[in-house]
């Protein structure tokens, strides 16, 4: 756990990606992404559903295309498929370097969102903030 002052041009990136991660490569990616976002000042919630992954991050612009970077590059996963990024006024996850939550029940709603055609920005803010819902109270500072 940590705690980061804002960067000025602080900003949120929320991707889909689907999983060829066994149990034990999912522990060893949140160690090694937990060490090299400490380091970035990245923040964020990593969701598993057993078949897919979707992760939120927030930094700096430079700290997110770094951390892009080395997930577009990760063999563990395939179809990484940004669905929202910007600015943001605030962190949601400001006390976590990467909090994980396991999420089943998002495994269909990503399969058929990387099936089909692009969503709109409007479908994917909705889809976003539909599968942060339940993991929410991970990111409430008491
Ligand atoms: C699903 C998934 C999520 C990842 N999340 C992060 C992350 O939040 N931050 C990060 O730096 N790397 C992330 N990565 C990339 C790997 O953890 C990568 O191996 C690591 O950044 C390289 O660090 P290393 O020098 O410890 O191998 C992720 C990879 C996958 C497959």
């Not at 066994?22 to 990593?46: K, Y």
């Not at 006390?95 to 920005?121: C, T, Y």
């Amino acid at each position: 756990m940590t705690t980061h002052a804002p960067p000025t041009d602080l900003c949120q990136l929320f991707y889909i990606s689907r999983s060829l991660s066994t149990p034990l490569d999912v522990e060893a990616i949140l160690v090694s992404s937990r060490r090299q976002n400490l380091r970035r000042g990245v923040t964020g919630i990593l969701l598993f559903s057993g078949g897919h992954f979707a992760q939120l991050l927030e930094g700096s612009a430079q700290a997110l295309r770094e951390t892009m970077a080395a997930i577009d590059a990760d063999p563990r996963h395939e179809a990484v498929t940004r669905l929202m990024e910007g600015p943001l006024a605030q962190r949601r996850f400001a006390n976590w370097s990467m909090a994980f939550f396991e999420a089943p029940g998002a495994d269909d709603l990503i399969q058929q969102l990387l099936a089909g055609p692009p969503v709109s920005p409007e479908r994917a803010q909705r889809v976003v903030e539909r599968m942060l819902a339940p993991c929410l109270h991970l990111g409430a500072s008491d």
